[in-house]
């Protein structure tokens, strides 16, 4: 056996070729994974390989090595065997929809096609799902001729009991102990049962009174049959006795590209016993498919006659056609031609004396035009185009397409739609016609005059009739309502409605909205020319709570696009808090009194300061403006804001240490207050006015100054009264080397800061008290000048000094 063979595991088709003691381990076990992923037992197994000509010996050998592998000695191989045949079973369901067969290796293959067409029937071969396998469990024909190899059961029961299994010798006899040898091969499967019976009866007297006996076919023998001519794979296969004609052709693969499908012959002995027709058998079903016998001889001939068939029909494909077959035979086989397909003249092209020629068939006349070889035809397809239809568009109770009969009027077709809306435009309607050469014309009609039996229009075939509804025609109405009202927004306008109607859609009042007066702005009449200067027409009136309205006004109806405002309460204020925190007697958040509520009116009803206070480092905490236009509203965009904090964050990195990473816009933002003038002069300019969300910090007594920037040691150091400002510089380690100390500054307690400032070379440093930091900003780094700057830099120089010489020199 081949290398190639023992790469594959037992297979339905090379069964009977299989050494046993050649295949591996994981061969068998691919045949077990196989099998038993399929749901066949081990004794169909090996009954369907004795029916492919598989020797008793090489069964019993595959049996043992069956029975081996799943023994407990080879437990260890159990996970492979399962890994494999779910391995199988997996393949199996995606290559054969869900069904796998254990001995199949004739995998699908596309069929063999001609300009792109398949031809018909090929598939029938090539596809595994087909396999026309006989069944093994079906009952013994009566005409079925006993071979060497049977194996017949007989059984004797009654009186007599008795059974006998016994196999067909090569000589054609059976024997049964103190009968002698029965010759029962060619004999009839009626026939045989017939002599055993009457032989056996010369042992067992009581047959036929007292006992019965019967006569079974058991084990069934294999035969070898040749498969030659046009086939894919010509050969002598073993099939099992009941095998057909189809099934060595399936074993074959099928007739090839050149073989024909209509003539299939069967020869026995030499002789020809039957000439099969395939389309007869797959399309039909009346086809006759033979048992084989031992040694009967398969030809395939070449094909006679093929036309290509495509276009609108079910099967598109070349068929094989027989003499006399006539164009309606080809239209059967082809399953006949789809809903689309052009019913009329069918175009054929076809061969005439090495030129090609054009010939028209009618559908109609089908089966009196005989089919020739190499017979093109191509079933058309039928165009888009309407006829006696009639479509109605718009305010009709039933739009749509309608069928158009003779002398069918435009009035007649609106009956049919149930007739037109009440919103239907009575003035116009239009008729869009295709004309002959396929452009459009228009044609208006009156509705209102066609209803009334003023007009008449006759329609024709493809018309379009187009009515319009009145509200398709002009914009649409809506009112606005805007304030403080519960849903302001876009309403659609009704005809008689009335402000408090539109309030009422709205929700209703808001708590904040002022009732004193509505708005009305009204657009101007575009046709109006008394005032080119007015832009709206505005109404006001006053209404209740419960939406009354003045008898005077209540007569008031809206129009469209009126816009409704509600305006807000200038008493409606909601109730605004600020926090007072530190060394007062009662911290904690206040609500303001007043619009104009100060910093000292707050302090007094906070109970004052303690006696720990530091009132010198209280601090007034605010909202950033720029964080409490964005909370408010995450999408506001203010241009000032936005190049304010640009400003600012260029003059940190200038000024401070800090990187661009480091500069932080906080949402609070410090204002220095001095609390004791507020303190001492309440009403003053140094008591501020309040807002909501403020915080008054007053802290501790404060003991310790920072320093930090550009020194070599930053630290805070213990505030002590009369040293100043180069004294804690010093304490801190002196100014570094890159320190800007023109531009050094102090930030106090409560949030205000002062500048060094400088006359005739002589610093002013700021003022320390507790609390305060101080700040030393670092220069800016320089980049040094390179050569070919200091080239240029000359170059520029002389330049400039050649020009005043000569200007010199001109103006002597």
């Given at each position: 056996m081949s290398n190639e063979t023992l790469a594959q595991s037992p297979s339905l088709q090379n069964i009977s070729s299989v050494n046993v003691d050649d295949l591996s381990d994981e061969q068998i076990k691919q045949f077990i994974g196989k099998a038993e992923s399929s749901g066949y037992s081990e004794d169909q197994l090996m009954m369907m390989a004795k029916t492919r000509g598989m020797s008793e010996l090489q069964i019993q050998k595959l049996r043992k090595r069956v029975s081996d592998l799943k023994s407990g000695s080879n437990n260890s191989q159990t996970a492979n065997i399962d890994r494999l045949r779910d391995t199988n079973q997996s393949q199996g369901s995606q290559e054969n929809g869900g069904a796998f067969d254990p001995f199949d290796v004739v995998k699908y293959q596309k069929p063999d096609s001609i300009d792109g067409l398949t031809i018909f029937g090929q598939s029938f071969f090539e596809n595994s799902s087909l396999s026309f396998e006989t069944g093994l469990n079906m009952p013994t024909p009566a005409n079925y001729v006993i071979g060497p190899g049977d194996e017949v059961i007989i059984d004797i029961w009654g009186a007599?009991?008795?059974?006998?299994?016994?196999?067909?010798?090569?000589?054609?006899?059976?024997?049964?102990?103190?009968?002698?040898?029965?010759?029962?091969?060619?004999?009839?499967?009626?026939?045989?049962?017939?002599?055993?019976?009457?032989?056996?009866?010369?042992?067992?007297?009581?047959?036929?009174?007292?006992?019965?006996?019967?006569?079974?076919?058991?084990?069934?023998?294999?035969?070898n049959v040749h498969v030659i001519g046009q086939v894919k794979k010509p050969g002598t296969f073993t099939l099992s006795s009941f095998g057909t004609a189809f099934n060595a052709l399936y074993s074959a693969g099928g007739p090839s590209k050149d073989g024909s499908l209509r003539q299939i012959e069967v020869y026995r002995a030499k002789e020809l016993i039957s000439t099969l027709d395939a389309y007869e058998f797959m399309i039909r079903g009346t086809g006759e498919n033979i048992t084989l016998q031992d040694q009967d001889v398969i030809i395939v001939r070449p094909?006679?006659?093929?036309?290509?068939?495509?276009?609108?029909?079910?099967?598109?494909?070349?068929?094989?056609?027989?003499?006399?077959?006539?164009?309606?035979?080809?239209?059967?086989?082809?399953?006949?031609?789809?809903?689309?397909a052009y019913q009329g003249v069918v175009s054929l092209r076809r061969i005439d004396k090495n030129f090609k020629t054009v010939r028209s068939?009618?559908?109609?006349?089908?089966?009196?035009?005989?089919?020739?070889?190499?017979?093109?035809i191509e079933v058309g397809k039928i165009t888009n185009e309407f006829i006696n239809r009639v479509t109605i568009e718009g305010p009709v109770m039933n739009p749509g397409e309608y069928q158009l009969e003779e002398g069918m009027t435009l009035l007649t077709l609106i009956e049919l739609a149930d007739g037109v809306r009440g919103d239907t435009f009575m003035e116009r309607g239009v008729i869009i016609r295709q004309n002959e050469d396929f452009s459009l014309a228009n044609i208006s009609f009156n509705p209102r005059k066609l209803l009334n039996g003023e007009e008449s229009v006759v329609l024709q075939s493809n018309d379009v009739i187009k009515l319009q509804s009145i509200y398709d025609l002009r914009e649409r109405y809506n009112l606005m309502i805007e304030g403080e009202v519960q849903k302001p927004g876009e309403f659609v306008y009704v005809d008689g409605m009335k402000v408090k109607?539109?309030?009422?859609?709205?929700?209703?009042?808001?708590?904040?909205?002022?009732?004193?007066?509505?708005?009305?702005?009204?657009?101007?009449?575009?046709?109006?020319?008394?005032?080119?200067?007015?832009?709206?027409?505005?109404?006001?009136?006053?209404?209740?709570?419960?939406?009354?309205?003045?008898?005077?006004?209540?007569?008031?109806?809206?129009?469209?696009?009126?816009?409704?405002v509600i305006r807000k309460s200038p008493f409606y204020i909601k109730q605004e808090t600020v926090e007072i925190e530190g060394e007062v007697e009662f911290p904690g958040k206040y609500v303001i009194e007043r619009k104009d509520e100060r910093i000292s009116s707050i302090l007094k009803r906070a109970g004052g300061v303690s006696d720990y206070s530091y009132v010198e480092g209280a601090t007034l905490i605010r909202k950033s403006e720029y964080y409490k236009k964005n909370v408010s509203d995450p999408g506001y965009a203010n241009d000032a804001i936005r190049v304010?904090?640009?400003?600012?964050?260029?003059?940190?990195?200038?000024?401070?240490?800090?990187?661009?990473?480091?500069?932080?816009?906080?949402?609070?933002?410090?204002?220095?207050?001095?609390?004791?003038?507020?303190?001492?002069?309440?009403?003053?300019?140094?008591?501020?006015?309040?807002?909501?969300?403020?915080?008054?910090s007053i802290p501790r007594q404060l003991q310790t100054v920072r320093v930090r920037g550009s020194v070599l040691y930053p630290s805070n150091i213990r505030f002590n009264k009369g040293s100043g400002?180069?004294?804690?510089?010093?304490?801190?380690?002196?100014?570094?080397?890159?320190?800007?100390?023109?531009?050094?500054?102090?930030?106090?307690?409560?949030?205000?800061?002062?500048?060094?400032s400088s006359f005739l070379w002589i610093k002013n440093y700021p003022k320390i008290e507790p609390g305060a930091e101080i700040v030393i900003p670092q220069k800016p780094n320089k980049t040094p000048m390179s050569a070919q700057g200091w080239i240029a830099l000359s170059s520029g120089v002389a330049t400039l000094a050649l020009v005043i010489t000569q200007i010199i020199n001109n103006a002597k």
């Open positions: 007599s009991e008795k059974t006998y299994q016994v196999v067909v010798s090569p000589e054609g006899a059976i024997r049964i102990p103190n009968l002698g040898p029965i010759y029962i091969t060619g004999l009839t499967m009626d026939k045989a049962k017939v002599k055993i019976i009457s032989r056996l009866k010369r042992i067992y007297s009581t047959i036929g009174r007292s006992s019965n006996a019967d006569v079974t076919l058991g084990q069934i023998r294999s035969i094909y006679i006659s093929r036309v290509k068939f495509t276009g609108e029909v079910k099967n598109p494909a070349v068929y094989e056609l027989t003499k006399g077959e006539t164009f309606e035979d080809l239209l059967f086989y082809s399953g006949g031609l789809t809903n689309m068939l009618e559908i109609d006349k089908a089966g009196e035009f005989e089919l020739y070889n190499g017979d093109e109607d539109l309030i009422f859609l709205a929700g209703g009042f808001k708590e904040s909205a002022a009732k004193s007066f509505v708005e009305v702005a009204r657009r101007i009449d575009p046709d109006s020319t008394t005032d080119k200067n007015s832009s709206a027409e505005i109404f006001n009136f006053p209404i209740s709570e419960k939406l009354d309205i003045s008898e005077k006004d209540s007569k008031f109806e809206l129009e469209p696009f009126d816009l409704v304010r904090k640009q400003d600012l964050t260029e003059i940190f990195k200038r000024d401070t240490l800090f990187t661009n990473e480091a500069v932080v816009f906080k949402q609070e933002e410090a204002i220095g207050i001095q609390l004791d003038k507020i303190m001492a002069d309440p009403g003053s300019k140094y008591d501020l006015i309040l807002k909501k969300g403020d915080i008054i400002f180069k004294k804690y510089v010093g304490l801190a380690g002196g100014f570094d080397q890159r320190a800007k100390k023109s531009k050094s500054y102090v930030i106090y307690a409560n949030g205000s800061a002062a500048q060094t």
